[in-house]
């Protein structure tokens, strides 16, 4: 896997300096259409010119200080998707970071403000997700625009990646900037559409579209890129194909509430990925590193020519990776499991081994090539501390080990989409997720273990598997959960032991106050509310 990236990243490298002098495109208003038909053109006639642009779209998901850098912040919280992930992962329930001056991510309570500002830790983050956001986004409109959608000929797989790929970010966005979907918030304002073709006139005075718009744009996108993909084969996982685009429907279908289609697109990508759920014993392991596991559908593919691993501490392994002997959590920058969610894991569920216990074990600190490291995670005391995520070759130092690929979609989510779907939908939702709890992670399983209705357990098995992963927040919003911590004593200060019930303001992201400086067609009266907790 590692062999065929290198020559990719040469790729994307170039794509990046591709795009940035393309870039004027978009601050001409009446050339735009003009020259984008010229491009058009050009990739009719010789669609491998158009490659750079494509490959430009993944780039920007591992790109070092991509959502703060234009504004003049290098900030070691921004090294892309995965620190997005991280952002919205600490304002859930079930991980938590320890309250010291090396952690770049443990602001992430509610008894600060939702201040949009850059003068504030906060503002600072709204910027990043949104900029990060709206820079793949833009990306993937250089491809979206010089391409027929109704006669795309040879550039066919590469439009259906582009929209793939907007539909991934815009089914983000949604779940930050606004309430779950459901008729009660169909016409509420969520983020503004930014299509190809447009000027920057029509981009300046942009208002937020509303949740009817962007979800459907967020399935006509995922609708062709699903039939379109047919017969692509990828270079590897760290692009989009069929297989990718059905479980990007999947989900789009889970937040819509088409629960048999979510299930059905679930089976779906498991049928045309090949891919399967790790056994018992590879999940007894650390791992979620590699993008060549038989589990993995799409990642985020990451290797030492990168400017994130080249760092040295600016990547997503030395904020995650408790193995990762160079980074951030070598210093007690680690991430945790909440007491209380670990409490509920059975013993003989393999994925306790995911995080230490309360004598600071886990069998996953004797794996091999990890063991180095034991003895200095256990000198952290740190109960519940994760050793889930591994390093990208497996040692604990050196390039190798910061060269982590980070995972976006795995055959567990799959199976656990399909679980839900069958189960809001009559069918034997049940009966699909006690086959795949006892078959891949605990033969003793009992489906009322935790007392939770069908679709309650689901989620719980959500919490535990997809842990630290970035689906925590999505599902709190989807399924309208209160956010409860007083019941896990090891938040590090007391402030951060709020409950929040579900439906509250706080939970909406603000939009930052560069766009509504930029962009007319937003005001801060059009903005979700200051909330101060």
């Avoid at 158009?50 to 998901?61: E, G, K, L, P, T």
């Avoid at 859930?92 to 504030?120: A, C, E, H, M």
Wanted: proline share 3%; aromatic share 10%.
């Amino acid at each position: 896997m590692k062999a065929i990236s290198k020559y990719v990243s040469i790729l994307l490298v170039a794509a990046l300096t591709f795009t940035a002098c393309d870039d004027w495109m978009n601050a001409v208003p009446e050339g735009a259409t003009k020259i984008a038909d010229q491009k058009s053109d050009a990739a009719a006639a010789n669609p491998s010119a158009a490659a750079a642009d494509i490959s430009a779209i993944y780039a920007q998901f591992i790109q070092e200080y991509a959502g703060l850098g234009d504004l003049g912040y290098t900030r070691h919280n921004d090294f892309g998707y995965a620190a997005i992930c991280m952002f919205t992962e600490e304002q859930g329930q079930d991980l938590v970071s320890p309250n010291i001056g090396y952690n770049w991510f443990n602001f992430s309570d509610f008894s600060k403000n939702r201040d949009n500002t850059l003068t504030t830790t906060y503002g600072l983050v709204d910027h990043l997700v949104w900029n990060e956001y709206f820079k793949i986004i833009h990306a993937c409109n250089n491809v979206i625009e010089i391409v027929d959608r109704e006669n795309p000929g040879a550039m066919r797989h590469g439009l259906s990646q582009a929209l793939a790929v907007r539909a991934f970010c815009y089914l983000q966005l949604a779940q930050l900037y606004q309430k779950t979907y459901s008729p009660e918030t169909l016409d509420k304002p969520c983020v503004p559409i930014v299509k190809d073709r447009m000027s920057a006139e029509q981009q300046e005075t942009n208002p937020r579209a509303t949740v009817k718009e962007v979800f459907e744009m967020i399935k006509a996108d995922l609708d062709y890129a699903c039939d379109s993909l047919d017969g692509f084969v990828r270079a590897d996982k760290g692009y989009v194909d069929q297989a990718v685009a059905f479980g990007l429907r999947a989900r789009a279908n889970l937040i819509m509430q088409n629960w048999k289609e979510a299930a059905d697109d679930a089976q779906k990508a498991l049928d045309l990925s090949g891919a399967t759920p790790l056994s018992i014993d590879e999940a007894g392991i650390p791992g979620f590193a590699d993008a060549a596991a038989h589990n993995v559908l799409w990642a985020n593919i990451v290797v030492e020519t990168n400017d994130i691993v080249q760092s040295g501490i600016v990547n997503w392994a030395s904020h995650m990776s408790s193995f990762y002997g160079d980074g951030y959590t070598a210093v007690g920058a680690t991430r945790w499991i909440s007491s209380n969610l670990f409490s509920e894991i059975a013993a003989t569920d393999v994925r306790k081994g995911w995080w230490l216990d309360e004598s600071l074990n886990s069998p996953l600190l004797d794996a091999p090539g990890y063991s180095a490291l034991k003895a200095d995670i256990q000198a952290q005391e740190t109960p519940f501390q994760n050793v889930k995520f591994g390093t990208g070759d497996g040692t604990v130092t050196g390039l190798g080990a910061a060269a982590a690929d980070w995972i976006l979609m795995r055959a567990e989510e799959m199976y656990l989409i399909k679980a839900e779907g069958l189960a809001r939908s009559g069918g034997d939702g049940a009966g699909t997720l006690v086959n795949f709890v006892q078959t891949f992670r605990d033969p003793s399983f009992n489906i009322s273990a935790h007392g939770l209705s069908v679709e309650d357990e689901i989620w719980w098995q959500r919490r535990v598997e997809l842990w630290g992963e970035g689906f925590a927040w999505g599902d709190i919003m989807r399924l309208d959960k209160d956010i409860i911590r007083s019941n896990s004593s090891n938040w590090p200060v007391e402030w951060a032991k709020q409950d929040v019930i579900g439906n509250h303001d706080v939970y909406l992201w603000r939009i930052p106050q560069a766009e509504i400086e930029a962009n007319r067609g937003i005001s801060e009266a059009d903005n979700n509310p200051f909330v101060a907790f």
